[in-house]
């Protein structure tokens, strides 16, 4: 396992702005695609943004396309997750997530997430 470390949430007015970061340690961490997902309360798990082991490709869920981006800085091991024009729909616990290789997929069971993430709240 990848030791992640994900910050940057907090509480913003609709449409706001909020930029996440997700640390990571180890040596491998450019071997692997990442993803971002996020979980709203009694709600499951859902994938938000992923993007491959070299950043040159990314997917977006559609309910975030053109608002979020998803980047990646492999020497400081580092991902992140610009979101803009922040809707209250978008309030969840947001998590980072390596996929099992470096190819990037929208599949959720082909990433494997254990960190507390960050908590995003969007008010009205």
């Known amino acids: 396992q990848v030791p992640l470390v994900e910050s940057g949430g907090g509480l913003v007015q609709a449409g706001g702005s909020l930029r996440l970061s997700c640390a990571a340690s180890?040596?491998?961490?450019?071997?692997?695609?990442m993803g971002w997902f996020r979980q709203a309360p009694g709600k499951e798990r859902e994938f938000v943004a992923g993007i491959n082991w070299s950043g040159r490709t990314t997917r977006y869920a559609d309910s975030v396309k053109g608002r979020f981006t998803i980047s990646r800085d492999n020497a400081a091991k580092t991902v992140y997750l610009q979101m803009n024009s922040l809707k209250p729909e978008d309030t969840a616990v947001y998590s980072c997530?390596?996929?099992?290789?470096?190819?990037?997929?929208?599949?959720?069971?082909?990433?494997?997430?254990w960190g507390q993430g960050t908590q995003v709240t969007v008010s009205s």
């Open positions: 997530c390596p996929a099992r290789g470096g190819v990037v997929t929208t599949t959720a069971a082909l990433y494997d997430c």
């Open positions: 180890g040596r491998t961490f450019s071997n692997y695609a």
